[in-house]
């Protein structure tokens, strides 16, 4: 008693001075964070909107990887409309109008809707001088297959079929430069266009039962995951498309690119954070103020709570540099947990009443809080081995929220709440010992044996239905009006986009070309088949590999040009002048180097499919890499293409879905490993806790034990409780459960150590857990009805075992016995 009154003598100037220097610490560390915050959001978003950013690096060749992200930089900045209507005019004139109207908005980098002037000629004249090596296929079977004896009359016919076939469009070649169509032929089977389109007045038309549709291409002049971006794109369109109603109310339009669905996305989570964060903190808020009838206390609590989250928020920001849909959403909820440690100071200081001293009190729930907020963290720390992104951001900001909500209480509050509570709930306190004391009698003591037993027993069968879906649709949600409307448009242009690849890699890019030719002579002998694939895109059809041109020029020497003198006579008889056919004839005999994939990068028009073409992914070695990408890949088919990419050297088929879909497997059977590592250690720490002068040894492990088992129950509760509802479990599931384990091994710990303290009111004690099991299922239960089905599985995992959990936790208190002893 003695230093209790030495402490209240001490000089109230050095009080006051130390209370002010705290005070003037912490404020400035909110105000550091905050200018910190709004520096980075007064810039340029630092919200992450980009869906691929969930995902790991999942494939084992880095090359696969480069592929992905080329992909879909290349995808990434395009937007595609469609403007639909059964007129054919009025789709036409919509359509023209709707591109100058988004034109002159300049929410993009251009518009494309009437075509701009383009001779087809010039691509048939980057490849005119490299014709005597480029065959189509039907051409190459038909002279290799040819007998030397016929040859002569294979080519009369040829020939006479090319002067008098019917003139036509598209890729044409002069008579003169190709006599017998052989390069016209090859030109034709270009990837140039899908079949669904067809120019018709400069515009890309595509014609379904009595509906026109037209289509518009338009860029973005930023990236499509910027906020500034996708807010000028959707008040572009919004405005483009009322107009558009107005003049034409009979058409309608359909838009798809990732510019959409990351504005969806970023909006919905806005509303999310909105919700959850605004009725996360209502909820809280009453329930605080109907316990402590304090408004002061409240206005505490959340100035703790604010520090950890802004602290958070500055600290992710400054370590991932990007804030994810995610993290913004799990933050919000992140309120709930971070008030648990201020809600325990309360407790101890309305328990004290007029015998308060702010330091005494903040010693009094050190312990109780160090505990806690050493399970906690374990809990997060283990997401920081999960190679997703968005995960490890969760974590840290989890992890920095908590530790700062923790100090703000043990060194903020105690020179915030320096005077004696006036009032104290003795009633509610009272009512919540009463029903501490009967339901610690039902469930605790050596029933507590009893209760595990049957709850193990009742689980069981649960756990036995338990079924896993690691589908990585659990992770991303995309609008389903977003995806009806792209689907809109792949049915109208005909082309399917397809998220599965091949990856052809070699040492030189005469290797990579010669593998590629190799895939795709594979691909086509699938036609006709069960596995077929619905063509295929390919930077071959595009430049063959050197081999290939010689192998076709030798053909023509061979079949074509061994007689020169009867070729002649056959092209002077079909009416060719003498001067055309001796210079087509010195063409062949003059040396032309093969066509190289760098020559047909140089021509603008192949800009739409250079994504095709790697180029040199690893300088150190040299080695160059492209990509085939198949359409009409199904489940049926997919076994086939990647059969036959592990029979061809260098070839490897990279399907993002299923590779994420397989960590998404390996990582929840870890998870469960995890959780078991989790648990003994959380069941150590608590042991080596209570092994302490007020337990004797003979119930140090049986402390540790008790304090555990409630959390242990509730896990095995929740994992049964998705049993019984046929609920499959995802990787999401396993890692909320070891949130679980974190946070709600709080409760029976708040207990024990509330028993532990000679001075405690049980009772008010009992009041503050109830009280911060509230708040934090408030919080995380509200992820449960998130809109994104990863933090969907989350908080129903929480909510479902933190309640479980709060329920069991007096099981982990010492019988009557011990606590009088």
């Not at 480029?134 to 016919?157: F, W, Y």
């Not at 515009?203 to 500034?228: D, F, I, N, W």
């Not at 004391?437 to 069968?461: C, N």
Request: proline share 5%.
């Amino acid at each position: 008693m003695r230093d209790v009154r030495d402490t209240r003598k001490a000089p109230p100037q050095r009080s006051a001075k130390q209370t002010w220097g705290v005070r003037a610490a912490w404020l400035l560390l909110a105000l550091a964070a905050s200018l910190y915050c709004a520096w980075r959001f007064a810039g340029p978003s630092p919200l992450q909107t980009d869906l691929l950013a969930l995902l790991p690096a999942t494939e084992a060749d880095p090359v696969a990887e480069n592929a992905v992200d080329t992909l879909a930089s290349a995808l990434g900045d395009r937007t595609v409309l469609l403007v639909t209507s059964n007129d054919d005019t009025h789709a036409k004139a919509a359509a023209k109008q709707l591109g100058a109207s988004l034109q002159k908005s300049g929410a993009f980098g251009s518009v494309t809707a009437e075509l701009p002037p383009f001779d087809l000629a010039q691509i048939a004249a980057l490849y005119l001088p490299y014709r005597f090596g480029l065959l189509a296929p039907v051409d190459r079977a038909a002279l290799a297959g040819g007998a030397a004896g016929t040859s002569s009359t294979t080519l009369r016919d040829t020939l006479a079929q090319r002067i008098y076939s019917p003139l036509h469009g598209g890729l044409s070649t002069p008579l003169a430069d190709d006599p017998f169509g052989w390069l016209e032929r090859w030109l034709g089977g270009l990837p140039l266009a899908t079949s669904n389109l067809e120019v018709e007045d400069n515009l890309l038309v595509a014609h379904r039962g009595a509906a026109t549709s037209v289509l518009l291409v338009a860029t973005l002049p930023g990236s499509a995951y910027e906020t500034k971006t996708q807010r000028a794109v959707h008040a572009a369109l919004a405005q483009s498309e009322s107009a558009l109603r107005q003049a034409f109310p009979d058409v309608s339009v359909a838009r798809t690119g990732a510019v959409f669905y990351a504005e969806s996305a970023r909006s919905a989570a806005e509303r999310e954070v909105h919700l959850i964060g605004v009725a996360s903190l209502c909820g809280i808020a009453l329930l605080m103020l109907w316990v402590f009838r304090s408004p002061r206390l409240l206005l505490l609590g959340f100035v703790s709570t604010a520090l950890g989250i802004v602290c958070a928020l500055a600290v992710t920001l400054l370590v991932f540099g990007k804030l994810h849909l995610l993290t913004l959403v799990f933050g919000a909820s992140l309120i709930g947990e971070a008030v648990d440690y201020s809600i325990q100071y309360f407790v101890v200081y309305l328990g004290a009443q007029r015998d308060w001293d702010a330091r005494r009190g903040a010693r009094t729930v050190r312990p109780a809080l160090t505990v806690a907020l050493l399970t906690s963290l374990l809990g997060y720390a283990i997401l920081m081995w999960v190679p997703f992104p968005a995960l490890k951001q969760i974590a840290c900001f989890a992890m920095v929220g908590i530790t700062t909500a923790f100090a703000s209480v043990l060194w903020l509050l105690p020179a915030l709440l320096t005077r004696a509570p006036k009032r104290s709930p003795q009633r509610v306190f009272a009512g919540a010992a009463r029903l501490l004391s009967l339901w610690q009698r039902a469930i605790g003591g050596r029933r507590a044996w009893y209760v595990a037993a049957l709850l193990l027993i009742v689980a069981l069968p649960g756990w036995l239905r338990l079924t896993s879906d690691d589908d990585i649709h659990l992770l991303i949600q995309r609008d389903a009006s977003l995806v009806a409307q792209e689907d809109k448009v792949r049915d109208a242009v005909g082309v399917d986009n397809s998220a599965q690849f091949f990856v052809v890699r070699g040492d030189t890019p005469e290797a990579v070309l010669q593998r590629t030719e190799a895939l795709g002579a594979k691909l086509d002998a699938l036609d006709g088949t069960a596995n077929q694939v619905g063509g295929y895109q390919s930077v071959t059809q595009f430049v063959p590999s050197a081999k290939q041109q010689g192998e076709d020029r030798a053909l023509l020497a061979q079949h074509v040009f061994d007689d020169r003198a009867a070729l002649r006579a056959t092209l002077l008889r079909a009416g060719f002048k003498d001067e055309v056919a001796d210079a087509w004839l010195a063409a062949f005999a003059q040396a032309q180097p093969p066509l190289t994939v760098a020559r047909w990068l140089a021509a603008s028009w192949s800009q739409p499919y250079r994504h095709l073409w790697l180029g040199e992914v690893d300088a150190a070695t040299h080695e160059y890499a492209a990509v085939v990408i198949p359409q009409g890949v199904t489940p049926r088919n997919e076994p086939a293409l990647l059969a036959l990419a592990q029979r061809l050297p260098g070839v490897a088929f990279v399907d993002k879905a299923a590779s994420v879909s397989k960590l998404f497997g390996a990582y929840r059977v870890d998870s469960g490993w995890w959780l078991g590592g989790a648990l003994a250690l959380v069941l150590v720490l608590l042991t080596l806790r209570y092994a302490s002068k007020e337990v004797s040894s003979r119930d140090r492990l049986r402390g540790g034990i008790a304090t555990t088992l409630p959390v242990l129950l509730a896990i095995g509760v929740t994992l049964a409780v998705f049993g019984y509802a046929r609920v499959p479990l995802n990787l999401f599931n396993w890692l909320a459960l070891m949130l679980v384990l974190g946070v709600g091994a709080n409760y029976a710990v708040f207990l024990r150590e509330g028993c532990l303290r000679a001075d405690a009111d049980l009772g008010a004690v009992w009041t503050g857990v109830l009280l911060s099991a509230a708040t934090t299922l408030l919080s995380f239960g509200m992820l449960a009805m998130s809109a994104m089905p990863a933090l969907k599985s989350f908080g129903a995992t929480l909510a479902l075992g933190i309640a479980v959990a709060v329920l069991l936790a007096p099981i982990g208190m010492p019988l009557e016995s011990r606590r009088a002893a």
